[in-house]
């Protein structure tokens, strides 16, 4: 099973970007990808080096929610205060 999570990208070098999510900067490949990336996107990484997929703004605020929710319940779970 694999989670995807959104990356926002940081900066742009050729087919490479500089990403970041959840506070882990990764350097990814973007030959994978339809569609032009800037600095702001956010894109879908494979294997922490593959962009897959470019992801709006809206979306990807969303799917962050949506983890920061359930890394919340499973912390209470654990009893460890985010």
Excluded: N
């Excluded at 999510?21 to 080096?49: F, K, W």
């Excluded at 983890?67 to 912390?75: K, N, P, V, W």
């Amino acid at each position: 099973m694999c989670l995807a999570i959104p990356a926002k990208v940081l900066s742009l070098d050729g087919m490479t970007a500089d990403v970041e999510r959840y506070g882990e900067r990764l350097t990814v490949d973007l030959t994978l990808l339809a569609d032009d990336v800037v600095v702001g996107d956010y894109v879908i990484i494979q294997a922490r080096r593959f962009a897959v997929e470019r992801m709006d703004a809206e979306t990807a605020a969303e799917s962050l929610r949506l983890f920061d929710e359930i890394i919340d319940t499973l912390d209470a779970a654990d009893g460890k205060p985010r």
